[in-house]
């Protein structure tokens, strides 16, 4: 059985829901909850937009094309998805990262993000 860290929030609240359409997370359950097993850490709500995902895709990782096999269908800009927290300061230190919902993101992104980066990228409902 694979167990959960604790839902907490980069501010040490519970954390909330980051997307149900798509669904999101590790566990696609809509939070960017993570545990032992997340290896990629998709601990950061992050808004996805049109540069980031050209990016993504450019380094390896195309998150906007439909993978009906896996049950994806694609990201678009605009949708909110629980992303790899190596990714997002990867994307930052390119000058293409995309917005994050601070509320939805996972405590354990501070491992990888500091929270003075994620907080220059911070949606206007977080």
């Given amino acids: 059985m694979i167990e959960k860290d604790p839902s907490t929030n980069v501010y040490g609240d519970p954390l909330i829901a980051c997307s149900t359409d798509p669904m999101t997370g590790f566990f696609r359950d809509s939070f960017c909850n993570t545990c032992a097993q997340d290896q990629g850490s998709h601990t950061v709500c992050a808004v996805m937009t049109a540069e980031f995902l050209a990016f993504s895709k450019y380094v390896g990782n195309d998150l906007s094309t439909p993978r009906p096999e896996f049950g994806f269908q ?53």
């Fill in 74 to 126: 694609g990201l678009n800009p605009g949708d909110a998805w629980c992303l790899c927290a190596g990714r997002f300061l990867q994307a930052h230190d390119e000058g293409c990262a995309p917005l994050v919902n601070l509320k939805a993101t996972h405590i354990k992104a501070l491992e990888i993000v500091p929270l003075d980066i994620l907080e220059r990228y911070t949606t206007a409902n977080a």
